[in-house]
């Protein structure tokens, strides 16, 4: 059974840094492409980044480029999230998602089955 394991978020004040990590586990087929997708009040999910397991260059959305970065962990199907000089607009809950690498690093939040349960990152101002 496959499942998606998040931790970290919380509340910071504009300027701050947070953390999210996330582990999958129960997926068969080896390599993943793993990545955080965020929703705000009334707003669509939107990626904010994405990466392979198996190595490849992550890619950002372009409103966290040079602030967010993502990385894989030691543990082979499991990525941390950086988030560095937060503002208000980021404020949403964080949603880790994961699909078999073979199926492609697909940007939209549609073409992913398996979410975590969504971490709160609020920024004040």
């Known amino acids: 059974q496959v499942r998606l394991v998040e931790s970290g978020g919380g509340s910071v004040q504009a300027g701050g840094s947070l953390r999210l990590s996330c582990a999958a586990s129960?997926?068969?087929?080896?390599?993943?492409?793993m990545g955080w997708f965020r929703q705000g009040p009334g707003k669509e999910r939107e990626r904010v980044a994405t990466?392979?397991?198996?190595?490849?260059?992550?890619v950002y959305a372009d409103s966290v480029k040079g602030r967010f970065t993502i990385s894989q962990d030691n543990a082979q199907n499991a990525v941390s999230l950086q988030m560095n000089s937060l503002n208000p607009e980021d404020s949403a809950v964080y949603y880790c998602?994961?699909?078999?690498?073979?199926?492609?690093?697909?940007?939209?939040?549609?073409?992913?089955?398996?979410w975590g349960q969504g971490t709160q990152v609020t920024v004040s101002s």
């Open positions: 129960g997926y068969t087929d080896g390599t993943l492409c």
């Open positions: 990466i392979s397991t198996g190595g490849g260059n992550p």
């Open positions: 998602a994961a699909r078999p690498r073979y199926q492609g690093c697909n940007p939209s939040y549609r073409a992913y089955n398996d």
